[in-house]
């Protein structure tokens, strides 16, 4: 007698029926091999060439860019780093040491930058690779059964006259689906006749066109922005900059420029034009328009006069210079006890509201007694405030008066270390006026000379000329970039990709016909790869178009 199922079980704990790797098994466990270093590069590669990290990593650029919207930016706007800095120096130091003044330079920035970089060319590759095989293929074979499809159609055309009404038909069908820009390829079975078509390959044509350019953006960026440049100047009415480093207010250069090679030319300001809108009327105050004229001077060339308008730049020798930005710049005189000239200059004050109210500094390290600064504010028109202080109540010069602190003591210049000529650090400096001094701030009228403390001298507002009393100053940035056409070039081609991985579907369609007692059976089918709503109407009608051609070759064959 043979022994139970239950006596086996429990002699023999090990299910007879389990397979001896299962995982409930008491057999030998699966070991997975080592991968080894080779394996784990190999790993780490495939995973970085992955479109889903390319995608994410995308994502990552564009959200390591908001800090450059966000924080003013030292190669497009020193002057900002520098305001920032005054109003947040608690966190200075932290928002500098990240990277936050400087986000395109960073290395978190460039490290989201090159990994970007080489998933895209990891991803592209292959791809190009594979589409280039799949565009010298031949389009599928005919399935057996066509019915199978979701969409698909049938009709049965007369046979007519023609000696062969179903090669005729597939003749028909195989010259229209040409024409449709389809690749077609003849398959035929035995008892029937059909035409295999595939078209849409420009889907993924369009797709790799869209990474390649993206990939030609991120290498001309990168490329470009090495010998690329920018740079900043103020110019006062009537003054001159040349186009060299030394006259740069402020320089950020790419890697390989050094500042020897700029092109030469001369830009003199003659006139800066505004105009703002008259008190009482709506939008009061605001400014209509801006345009600074200026005299272009080039070796070998006549003077050339060229206007700078907001979001208009000019071009000089592939240089762009744009306007950044305005301000007057009161013509100032500081004379010692003696009537000697120790500071004579058309200074620029920044405006510091939409009325113009401008913040302008002095500092005069030589001639007096000691070094002294004057900081200063402008109103083109003065105002007064409820609490007593100034302010401008319109930007336009009507009633301008300039009010002075004065501030002595070491003003920092003689130790080497660069200034900004907009700023004054008064900590450790004596103040004269204004504040707890007890002696009311300097004030000026146009044309005014007052006294300074201590009987070091005086101050004029020199009147500038009869129709314009007050200068004004333009802020320019000249820009080089020689990689901007690459880009923008580069990005046209990445817009027409995307417009063809979007919009063009990528579809197969399939004809057979055979013989029957009723004439010609034809089958229509189709397949989208991908999502395509509009596949079921194309096979509509494809079909209809085909039979109404084949009708009338029909009877053309017939007369």
Same mark, same amino acid.
């Given at each position: ?230 740079? %900043?100047? /103020? !110019? +006062?009415?009537?003054?001159?900059? =040349?186009?060299?480093?030394?006259? @740069?207010?402020?320089? #950020? ?52 006069? %060229?206007? /700078? !308008? +907001?979001?208009?730049?000019?071009? =000089?020798?592939?240089?762009?210079? @744009?306007?950044?930005? #305005? ?56 105002? +007064? ?175």
């Amino acid at each position: 007698m043979s022994p139970s199922r239950s006596d086996t079980t429990r002699e023999n704990p090990i299910d007879p029926l389990r397979p001896g790797d299962h995982a409930d098994s008491d057999g030998p466990k699966i070991i997975q091999p080592a991968l080894g270093l080779a394996g784990w590069l190999r790993w780490a590669w495939r995973q970085l060439t992955s479109m889903r990290t390319a995608i994410v990593l995308l994502l990552f650029l564009a959200i390591a860019a908001v800090p450059g919207s966000l924080f003013p930016q030292r190669s497009a706007d020193p002057n900002g780093v520098i305001q920032w800095e005054r109003d947040n120096p608690d966190v200075f130091a932290l928002a500098d040491a990240v990277g936050l003044f400087d986000v395109y330079l960073s290395p978190w920035f460039s490290a989201i930058y090159l990994l970007l970089f080489t998933s895209l060319i990891g991803c592209v590759i292959p791809r190009a690779r594979h589409h280039y095989k799949a565009l010298r293929s031949q389009p599928p074979r005919t399935p057996a059964r066509l019915s199978r499809l979701s969409d698909y159609q049938e009709a049965t055309l007369p046979a007519g006259q023609a000696s062969d009404p179903v090669e005729q038909a597939i003749g028909v069908a195989q010259r229209q689906l040409r024409r449709a820009g389809y690749r077609v390829q003849r398959y035929d079975g035995r008892g029937w006749v059909s035409v295999s078509a595939e078209r849409g390959y420009l889907r993924e044509t369009g797709n790799l066109l869209f990474h390649v350019a993206l990939v030609g953006v991120l290498v001309s960026v990168a490329v470009g922005g090495s010998f690329a440049y920018t740079g %900043q100047r /103020v !110019v +006062v009415e009537g003054t001159t900059f =040349v186009n060299a480093l030394s006259d @740069y207010s402020s320089f #950020n250069p790419g890697r390989f420029i050094d500042g020897t090679g700029l092109a030469p030319y001369s830009l003199t300001l003659d006139d800066f034009q505004v105009s703002y809108r008259l008190p009482g009327t709506p939008g009061a105050g605001q400014a209509g328009d801006f345009a600074a004229d200026v005299t272009i001077r080039q070796p070998g060339q006549d003077d050339q006069a %060229q206007s /700078v !308008v +907001v979001n208009y730049p000019i071009t =000089v020798q592939g240089d762009r210079i @744009y306007l950044l930005g #305005n301000g007057y710049a009161p013509t100032l005189t500081v004379r010692d006890a003696a009537g000697e000239v120790v500071f004579s200059e058309s200074q620029p004050f920044l405006p510091q509201d939409s009325n113009m109210t401008s913040l302008g500094i002095i500092k005069i390290p030589d001639g007096l007694p000691g070094q002294l600064g004057l900081v200063g504010f402008f109103y083109p028109t003065q105002g +007064v405030l409820p609490s007593g202080a100034f302010t401008s109540i319109y930007p336009d010069v009507i009633n301008p008066v300039i009010t002075f602190n004065v501030f002595s003591g070491d003003l920092g210049i003689d130790d080497g270390t660069p200034r900004s000529v907009y700023t004054l650090d008064v900590n450790g400096l004596t103040q004269h006026t204004g504040g707890d001094t007890g002696l009311d701030s300097l004030e000026l009228t146009l044309g005014d000379t007052v006294d300074l403390p201590n009987g070091w001298g005086t101050v004029t507002w020199e009147i500038a000329g009869d129709t314009d009393p007050v200068k004004r100053f333009a802020s320019l940035q000249i820009q080089r970039d020689p990689s901007s056409g690459w880009v923008l070039a580069f990005s046209i081609l990445a817009t027409l990709g995307l417009f063809a991985g979007l919009f063009v579907p990528r579809r197969r369609l399939w004809v057979k016909a055979r013989l029957s007692t009723e004439g010609v059976q034809v089958e229509y089918a189709g397949l989208a790869r991908g999502e395509d709503p509009a596949l079921s109407r194309a096979v509509t009608d494809f079909a209809a178009q085909h039979a109404t051609a084949y009708a009338v070759e029909t009877a053309e064959g017939e007369r």
